[in-house]
């Protein structure tokens, strides 16, 4: 009969622990950069450990292209990234998109360093991460953890849903925000993106390939298009007796609470406490799943909304807008 191999020693598995973690910083510390914002109508404190808008970042591509949180550059008049030789320069914003929390900036540098992405698709719950950051202006704070859990949601602060947000237990600080969280291996599979107060061990980001989705519209465009409406809602439930008249399939909808002026909806003819309850015949039981059907290809077409309006059913043609900028 085989005899089990022997069970390494502690301090063996803790070296090898050691070098995955030190491995990967080296790697990827020498493109972690901290984020300096003056906000519109601010002053500006760097000696300040509370400075709003403060985080940190990091180069993707070596010509002075950076990813950082959305949150982070919020409302900027003025950008300045410092590198971690210590080179400080002035950012341009290229883009940002409030739905992911996830920016652009661009600085004129050379000699820099860039990560690799890596496959966020591939996460496993348990896998070794690493969160990098530059925090007001301490560099390459690193700490290290597993990932706690995969596919989870986070509302950004513009409202709706971020989707496949990776939940880690690797400690961050609001100066963490917009920093890599990395593989063993050196990888960018996230870019951090809050922490929950009171939380113990919560800790969120962005997947990566969330990040390559909407890459390529901030480049361009310098924002991500979504299809508009011009609707203000919330979800409600709906009378048992109503679904079953109408044979609907859900039990919640979204309650029109009020109207652009100029929006599509209301050009369309919807009022104020129409219940949406449909949009080409699919079920919108709620708000976000409304958000999610207006997507960049939805916009100039024209949709199909299931309404209750006084309890009957009915159904208007809208054209769907372009959300107004927020670049």
Do not use: C, W
Request: aromatic share 4%; net charge neutral.
């Amino acid at each position: 009969m085989a005899q089990p191999l022997p069970t390494p020693p502690d301090h063996v598995l803790l070296d090898a622990y050691s070098r995955a973690v030190t491995s990967a910083v080296e790697r990827v510390a020498p493109a972690v950069v901290s984020v300096d914002v003056r906000k519109r109508g601010g002053a500006r404190d760097r000696r300040s450990p509370a400075q709003a808008g403060a985080g940190s970042g990091f180069v993707f591509a070596a010509d002075g292209l950076i990813l950082t949180n959305s949150h982070v550059v919020e409302d900027a008049a003025e950008i300045d990234v410092t590198l971690p030789d210590g080179r400080e320069r002035r950012a341009d914003l290229v883009g940002q998109d409030p739905d992911t929390d996830v920016a652009v900036l661009k600085i004129s540098a050379t000699e820099l360093s860039a990560v690799a992405f890596g496959q966020s698709q591939s996460l496993r719950p348990g896998q070794l991460v690493i969160a990098i950051g530059n925090p007001y202006g301490f560099q390459h704070s690193v700490s290290a953890g597993v990932v706690s859990a995969l596919g989870r949601t986070l509302r950004a602060r513009s409202g709706r849903l971020i989707d496949q947000v990776i939940q880690t237990d690797a400690a961050l600080n609001p100066g963490n925000s917009g920093g890599p969280l990395v593989t063993a291996a050196g990888d960018v599979v996230g870019v951090n993106t809050a922490i929950i107060a009171g939380g113990q061990g919560l800790s969120f980001a962005v997947p990566i390939g969330t990040v390559v989705a909407v890459l390529p519209a901030l480049l361009r465009d310098g924002r991500v298009r979504r299809g508009y409406l011009g609707v203000a809602g919330q979800d409600v439930p709906l009378l048992r007796r109503v679904t079953r008249f109408h044979k609907l399939t859900q039990a919640t909808g979204v309650l029109v609470i009020s109207l652009e002026p100029d929006g599509p909806a209301r050009l369309a003819g919807l009022r104020d406490g129409d219940v949406i309850v449909s949009l080409d015949g699919v079920p919108i039981p709620s708000l976000d799943d409304l958000h999610r059907t207006l997507t960049e290809d939805r916009i100039g077409t024209f949709a199909t909304l299931g309404l209750l309006r006084d309890q009957q059913r009915l159904d208007l043609t809208v054209r769907i807008g372009d959300r107004p900028g927020r670049a």
